[in-house]
């Protein structure tokens, strides 16, 4: 009998997604990337240079490092990224599903991001997200910014340690988090309670953020799925900030710091 070509494409999919790889460049991503554990690394390419800097963690990955001279650094990645002589590739991490990092912390917190591409957002997002304690960063597996050498130079090594979750619709994330018992909060300039506001009283609850887009924001289904709408306060009546700066800030105000 023969497969039906959503079985076929499923399975396509998912054979593709197995054999990928990526390559992180630059000190601190490939730094990171050698003595995460759970990180699978496969080549490393590199200058003598670079290779003093990263002999430590070379030597815990227990890798080969090929040598390359620094005037012709062929590594598979953009010509314009700034390697800093470090270019190593490896598989994809698997932070595990939704529930996986939604479940288990005392108060959780995440950020959900709704079609924000740019992986130098996205990067800084993570940073932001493992220093204030979220428990992940979700975007979808479409319109979002995937995991690869310029998102992991942006984190700063922050992927390595932070879940970075892609699941495959925003609104059924949010209507699965609301069943888990989360209050999902929409970031939106226009709406008239803040943060602190809608959280008064009840910051022991877990509680998802949710940010759009510079420019287009969050979209129509996304607003009407959250529980509320919410704004960060401005001191001026003008002004709106960079996403990974409203991240950070919504979830600086959404923990309590008592």
């Not at 197995?18 to 080549?43: E, M, S």
């Not at 209507?175 to 959280?199: F, I, K, P, R, T």
Request: aromatic content about 4%; hydrophobic content about 45%.
């Amino acid at each position: 009998m023969k497969k039906p070509k959503w079985v076929v494409e499923k399975e396509q999919a998912k054979k593709a997604d197995a054999a990928a790889t990526l390559w992180l460049f630059g000190l601190h991503a490939v730094r990171d990337a050698l003595v995460n554990p759970k990180r699978t690394k496969l080549r490393i390419m590199v200058t003598l240079n670079a290779q003093t800097k990263l002999a430590d963690a070379i030597a815990e990955a227990g890798m080969q490092p090929e040598i390359v001279d620094a005037r012709k650094f062929n590594a598979p990645i953009d010509p314009g990224s700034v390697h800093q002589g470090a270019a190593l590739e490896v598989k994809p991490l698997d932070w595990g599903s939704l529930e996986d990092v939604a479940i288990g912390a005392a108060t959780p917190r995440l950020i959900l991001l709704d079609r924000v591409t740019d992986p130098h957002n996205v990067g800084a997002i993570l940073r932001s997200a493992e220093v204030l304690g979220a428990s992940a960063v979700v975007g979808t597996r479409h319109h979002a910014a995937p995991e690869t050498g310029a998102l992991a130079k942006s984190a700063s090594g922050a992927m390595e340690r932070q879940p970075y979750v892609r699941v495959r619709n925003l609104s059924d994330a949010i209507v699965a988090l609301q069943g888990m018992g989360y209050l999902v909060l929409g970031l939106d300039g226009e709406a008239e309670q803040s943060v602190e506001g809608a959280l008064k009283g009840q910051k022991d609850r877990p509680v998802a953020l949710v940010l759009g887009a510079e420019g287009p924001g969050l979209r129509q289904k996304t607003k009407e799925t959250c529980d509320m709408l919410v704004k960060i306060d401005a001191a001026g009546g003008f002004g709106s900030l960079n996403v990974s700066n409203a991240a950070a800030i919504a979830l600086y105000a959404s923990t309590d710091h008592s």
